[in-house]
């Protein structure tokens, strides 16, 4: 069956917030927790070089490590970075990526 709408787009199942720590408080509330307070009810997860997780959300190390589907990816890496970010998320299969990124 081939899709014919957006839906996929603007109703993401899960979300992964690329380089998101308790360290960068400003980058947790503005892509993560507030996606959540907006009424986002699909999964969350962070992505991060950091073993433990932010909050409550599952921290994985690349987001090809991530189980399961990622619909959409949001980048708050340093742009030298952004390169490989995007290419896990097309091995990951990720449809859609925000880059929200400097430098």
């Not at 986002?40 to 190390?61: C, H, I, M, W």
């Not at 995007?86 to 990720?94: H, S």
Request: charged content about 20%.
């Amino acid at each position: 069956m081939t899709e014919t709408t957006l839906d996929w787009l603007f109703h993401p199942r899960s979300i992964a917030v690329v380089g998101v720590t308790d360290r960068k408080p400003h980058i947790k509330e503005l892509f993560l927790n507030s996606q959540r307070n907006m009424g986002f009810a699909g999964q969350l997860y962070t992505v991060s070089n950091r073993k433990e997780a932010v909050s409550d959300y599952p921290n994985y190390a690349r987001v090809c490590d991530i189980p399961g589907p990622v619909d959409h990816v949001i980048l708050a890496v340093p742009a030298a970075q952004v390169r490989k970010v995007l290419e896990d998320c097309a091995t990951k299969g990720v449809r859609s990526v925000h880059a929200f990124t400097s430098g």
